[in-house]
Structure formats: C-alpha cells, structure tokens
C-alpha cells in the first residue's frame, strides 16, 4: 500500500484486513476510512461505524458480493424514527400529561432523524452544537439541521412548560395549548422525508439486484427514494419500503426462484406502470389488467379496477381463484379482459358491474382511455396527456357508478 495510491472512494466493497469479512466504505477522510459493520447490533449503535487507519492496511477492493448485506448506520436510526413517528400520534384529551408525553416523543424522534444523517455522512456526533453544508440537501435545498434543532427546541420547551403547569391550568388554555403540537408534527414529517430522500438513495441497491422481501424473491426493477419495484415474474410486481419491509439479498444462483410471468405483455405494462407510479399517483397499478384503474383517495364501495374490474386480492397468486372475484384465478381473468374488455362472465355473482361494463358508453369511453395508456408508455413522459387520463378516469368511474345504480335485475 505504501508505492500504490490510495483510490478507495465511498461506496466501494474492501476486504477487512483483520477478519476477512467483507465491508463497504461508508466514509472516507485523509487517511482515515470507516467501515460500515455489516450486521449492526441493535445494543450497539455506537458501532455502527468502525474507524481504521490506512497506514500499513492491506486491504484490497473487491465486487460487492452477492449475498452483500442491505443498509447502513444511517439506516439503522431512519428506521427507528419512521418507527417512533407512530407512536407521536397520541390522542390529546385535555390532559397536561398527553402533552408532555407527546414533546418527549417528538423529541426523540428529532435526535433519531440528527443521528440518522450523522452517522451516515460522517459528520461530528455532537448533534446539536454544529451546522454544516452536508446538512443541507442538494435536491430539496431544504436546510435539514435547521429543521431538526427548531423542531428539538419546540418540543423541548413545550415539555418544559407543561411540566411545570398543573393540568387545571393547561385545561384551562386548552384552546392555545393544543395548537403548539401541529407545527411539530409538520416539522417531524417535513425532517424525515428529507432524511429519507438523503439517506435512501445512498443505499447500493441497483437495478438488476436480486433480493427476497415478504418472501418473494425477485429482481430489482426501479428504486425511487425509499421504494424499490421488484419483479417476480409469476408472483407478480411488489412495491416495499426500504423502511418497513425487511430486505434480503441474494445472488445470480437465486434467479431460478423466479418463475416466468403467464403473461409477458400485460406483466410488462405492469412494471412500467408501477415503475412510473408518479404520472398518476392517485391511482393503484390492478395485478390483472395491468393498468392504473383503481383509485385510491377516495373512500365509497367501489373497490374495483374501473378499466377490467377486478378487486384486488393480494393473496391471491396467478393460477389460484379469488374469493373476491368469482373464484377466477388471475390468468382466467386476464385472457377475459382481452377479449371482453372486463372480466365478468355471463353468470357472474355481480350482474350490476357487468351491466355498467356493457353499456356502450362505458366501452367507448374505456377504449380511448386504453389507447392514451398504451401511448402514454410509448411517449415515456407526463403533462397534458396525463392530466387529461386522470379526467378520463375519473369520468369513467363515475359512468360506472351510475351504470350500477340503474342496474334492474
């Protein structure tokens, strides 16, 4: 190491000089680098980071291994925080003790999300006593430490001054009390999503990768801040949180896990679909047809996919009947969307719905709408062609919803 130039850059996979077992290297300064440990000990956080000089070290680069392990410090504490984040949504029921309980917790999800992003770029681990520009995010342009200290402060002194107040008094004031915990909460969702869209994408998973979540092994289709699409085949196209879900990695010996799809056209719509989720976020990708037909912000009875009208059961697998729809199995379901243009037979259990597919200014109105997604994933790109799908879609919801309630037996 002595006649070689050092070339080691964050990111890359070494070989521990001690040990053997293989690191990446999560920070590197002068002629100090620190090695992200690869399980980390939920006893020890402070270990999260492991400092060894490069003086003398012999230790060599290598491709990161297949069964590399998934995260980083940083992830360690995002987790705890997205975790705690819940348990701040306490309901406040004009009692001084609601109020304190809710500034502590607030309080220790500020310092999650400050040892999140420090122990994750490198920076001094006295939280609150420094401000640098690695605070800052490049994309957002958002000053996240000025964030975290207001919002640390905030919950400190409401705590404080509840305390200090018996809960007659605070009762007494409720109506100016109560208000002090929204823009908590608003600064507590406004920090982690910044920590996330910082942290997440720093995390080495790519596309091509082959990892197991929920049980299923797929490949890594599309990564967007904290969710990664994952292809399994047969099984469908999973979007999980990097967060929430607990990922394994595999390597190329894994990828006969993955059973082909029944239907390469309609599963390739869903991947771009669900890929590219943002062009109509307000509507959920149906595993049966493939396209985004069910709309998710709005809480009435009709639950199925306004384009095929399948419910969506997440349970079910290509080749097992659904309860919810029928007994179909998807694969049936599929072949009778493509050439019906819904997936409801003669004897169906819900004539209503079939009636509102049926009626001819259900199928007009479908087909144009069918024929703006197709191109819409040929042209690849948003603006008006996606705000007038979402009109469209909208419309059809509502013809079909009125088609319904005209049905008459």
Same mark, same amino acid.
């Given at each position: 190491?002595n006649?070689?130039?050092? =070339?080691?850059?964050?990111?890359?996979?070494?070989?521990?000089?001690?040990?053997?077992?293989?690191?990446?290297?999560?920070?590197?300064?002068?002629?100090?680098?620190?090695?992200?440990?690869?399980?980390?000990?939920?006893?020890?956080?402070s270990?999260?980071?492991?400092?060894?000089?490069?003086?003398?070290?012999?230790?060599?680069?290598?491709?990161?291994?297949?069964?590399?392990?998934?995260? =980083?410090?940083?992830?360690?504490?995002?987790?705890?925080?997205?975790?705690?984040?819940?348990n701040?949504?306490?309901?406040l029921?004009?009692?001084?003790?609601?109020?304190t309980?809710?500034?502590? @917790?607030?309080?220790?999800?500020?310092?999650?999300l400050? *040892?999140?992003?420090?122990s994750?770029?490198?920076?001094?681990?006295?939280?609150w006593?420094?401000?640098?520009?690695?605070?800052?995010?490049?994309v957002?342009d958002v000053?996240?430490?000025?964030?975290?200290?207001?919002?640390?402060?905030?919950?400190?002194?409401l705590?404080? !001054?509840? !305390?200090?107040?018996?809960?007659?008094?605070?009762?007494?004031?409720w109506?100016?009390?109560?208000?002090?915990?929204?823009?908590?909460l608003?600064?507590?969702?406004?920090?982690? !999503?910044?920590?996330?869209?910082?942290?997440?994408?720093?995390?080495?998973?790519?596309?091509?990768?082959?990892?197991?979540?929920?049980r299923?092994?797929?490949?890594v289709?599309?990564?967007?801040?904290?969710?990664v699409i994952?292809?399994?085949?047969?099984?469908?196209?999973?979007?999980?949180?990097?967060?929430?879900?607990?990922?394994?990695?595999?390597?190329p010996?894994? @990828?006969?896990?993955?059973p082909?799809?029944?239907?390469?056209?309609?599963?390739?719509?869903?991947?771009?679909?669900?890929?590219h989720?943002?062009?109509?976020p307000?509507?959920?990708?149906?595993?049966?047809?493939?396209?985004?037909?069910?709309?998710?912000?709005?809480?009435?009875?009709?639950?199925?996919?306004?384009?095929?009208?399948?419910?969506?059961?997440?349970?079910?697998?290509?080749?097992?009947?659904?309860?919810?729809?029928?007994?179909?199995?998807?694969?049936?379901?599929r072949?009778?969307f493509?050439?019906?243009?819904?997936?409801?037979?003669?004897?169906?259990? =819900?004539?209503?719905?079939?009636?509102?597919h049926?009626?001819?200014?259900?199928r007009?109105?479908? *087909?144009?709408?069918? !024929?703006?997604?197709?191109?819409?994933?040929?042209?690849?790109s948003?603006?008006?062609?996606?705000?007038?799908?979402?009109?469209?879609?909208?419309?059809?919801r509502?013809?079909?919803?009125?088609?319904r309630?005209?049905?008459?037996?």
């Amino acid at each position: 190491m002595n006649d070689i130039p050092i =070339s080691f850059h964050r990111g890359d996979w070494l070989r521990h000089p001690h040990h053997g077992r293989c690191r990446v290297l999560r920070v590197r300064d002068a002629a100090v680098t620190a090695f992200a440990v690869d399980r980390l000990d939920p006893d020890k956080p402070s270990e999260a980071l492991i400092d060894l000089p490069l003086a003398g070290m012999s230790a060599t680069p290598i491709p990161r291994p297949g069964d590399a392990p998934i995260g =980083s410090p940083g992830l360690y504490w995002l987790r705890l925080a997205h975790k705690d984040l819940r348990n701040v949504h306490i309901p406040l029921a004009h009692d001084w003790r609601d109020i304190t309980v809710f500034a502590r @917790r607030a309080e220790r999800v500020f310092i999650l999300l400050a *040892k999140a992003w420090a122990s994750e770029f490198g920076d001094p681990p006295h939280l609150w006593q420094f401000e640098t520009p690695t605070w800052i995010d490049a994309v957002t342009d958002v000053n996240l430490f000025a964030m975290l200290r207001e919002g640390h402060d905030k919950a400190r002194r409401l705590c404080a !001054e509840a !305390e200090a107040l018996s809960w007659r008094k605070i009762n007494a004031a409720w109506d100016e009390w109560s208000p002090r915990c929204t823009p908590i909460l608003v600064l507590l969702r406004n920090s982690i !999503e910044v920590a996330t869209e910082a942290i997440c994408p720093h995390l080495d998973i790519f596309e091509g990768d082959i990892i197991e979540v929920y049980r299923h092994v797929g490949t890594v289709h599309g990564k967007k801040s904290d969710y990664v699409i994952l292809d399994c085949g047969r099984n469908g196209v999973i979007s999980c949180s990097l967060i929430r879900a607990t990922i394994t990695r595999h390597g190329p010996d894994h @990828r006969d896990r993955i059973p082909p799809p029944s239907d390469p056209i309609q599963h390739a719509r869903w991947l771009w679909f669900m890929t590219h989720h943002s062009f109509l976020p307000d509507w959920r990708v149906c595993p049966c047809c493939g396209y985004p037909g069910e709309r998710t912000d709005i809480d009435d009875d009709l639950e199925e996919c306004v384009l095929c009208g399948w419910d969506e059961d997440a349970s079910t697998g290509d080749e097992e009947p659904s309860l919810m729809n029928d007994d179909m199995t998807l694969s049936y379901a599929r072949r009778h969307f493509a050439t019906q243009g819904h997936i409801f037979p003669a004897e169906t259990k =819900s004539p209503a719905l079939l009636h509102a597919h049926e009626l001819p200014e259900v199928r007009k109105t479908k *087909k144009v709408i069918l !024929e703006r997604l197709d191109a819409l994933m040929q042209a690849g790109s948003e603006g008006e062609l996606v705000l007038t799908l979402s009109e469209d879609l909208d419309r059809l919801r509502g013809m079909i919803l009125d088609g319904r309630a005209r049905y008459t037996p």
